[in-house]
């Protein structure tokens, strides 16, 4: 291999890194826009004794992949151990998706009372979050 194709590959890998760096950093600014835009309706763990109106069952999921370059680095850092920044983020992020979903879902509840989220690994680089709860409404 000469000069030139090893700088081109270390020059092809480093646009890659940044710009799957940018495709998650606007998905979480999203999420943190439409997290500030419900952060007046209330989770509660368990269900309060004092709601009078009605309530119903809900629940959203979402499936959120990985770039492909980060899931080069993440097999990297297989091989040796350790934590595997990449994948935390995957999992942060489609937590708070999944919950961001079921509060648009159901714009009309005052709040969500036994708020749980799942998350399943669907295989290499893919992860699907199911968050369900009881909406209080009015």
Do not use: W
Not at 81 to 109: H, Q, W
């Amino acid at each position: 291999m000469n000069s030139i194709s090893i700088l081109s590959l270390i020059i092809t890998l480093y646009l890659l890194y940044k710009i799957c760096g940018f495709v998650e950093g606007e998905h979480l600014d999203n999420i943190r826009k439409r997290e500030d835009k419900y952060r007046h309706i209330e989770m509660h763990s368990v269900e309060p004794d004092d709601h009078q109106g009605k309530t119903i069952a809900c629940s959203q999921n979402v499936v959120i992949a990985v770039s492909q370059f980060k899931s080069l680095v993440a097999t990297v850092i297989n091989i040796f151990g350790g934590s595997i920044p990449a994948y935390e983020s995957l999992l942060d992020r489609a937590r708070r998706e999944a919950v961001l979903r079921l509060i648009e879902k159901n714009p009309e509840a005052l709040a969500f009372a036994n708020l749980r989220v799942d998350t399943i690994n669907l295989g290499f680089g893919y992860v699907e979050a199911h968050a369900y709860a009881t909406a209080l409404l009015p």
